[in-house]
């Protein structure tokens, strides 16, 4: 037996709140950037997976691809890797491009 609606939104909402402090424990401003916007997607997505089997994490995965996707972070480029450093991280940007960040990286 599947799950009622308001249950299933509920666990939407858990997931995208857990991910938002996550991001925001990060610290990367495109990071939150592209949570902010999957945020605002979500219910679209939960509106076009009712036929489908999709829990909430996959849910909310699909509409932060999905944000990431267009380019939310476009101004700057998108991080396509991090290289961690001596208090610092290094971010590799699409285009080759790379941006030092003041925070230490989280993968240190």
Do not use: H, W
Not at 17 to 31: D, F, H, M, Q, T
Not at 86 to 99: D, E, M, P, Q
């Amino acid at each position: 037996m599947g799950r009622t609606q308001p249950s299933f939104t509920a666990s939407v909402d858990s997931e995208m709140e857990k991910l938002s402090r996550i991001a925001n424990r990060v610290g990367l401003p495109c990071l939150r950037q592209a949570v902010t916007e999957a945020s605002k997607r979500v219910r679209y997505f939960q509106n076009a997976s009712y036929d489908e089997m999709m829990s909430p994490q996959e849910l909310v995965m699909l509409a932060l691809i999905s944000a990431v996707a267009e380019g939310l972070c476009s101004d700057e480029g998108y991080v396509v890797d991090i290289l961690p450093g001596a208090g610092s991280a290094t971010l590799i940007l699409n285009g080759f491009k790379t941006v030092k960040s003041r925070r230490p990286s989280p993968f240190t």
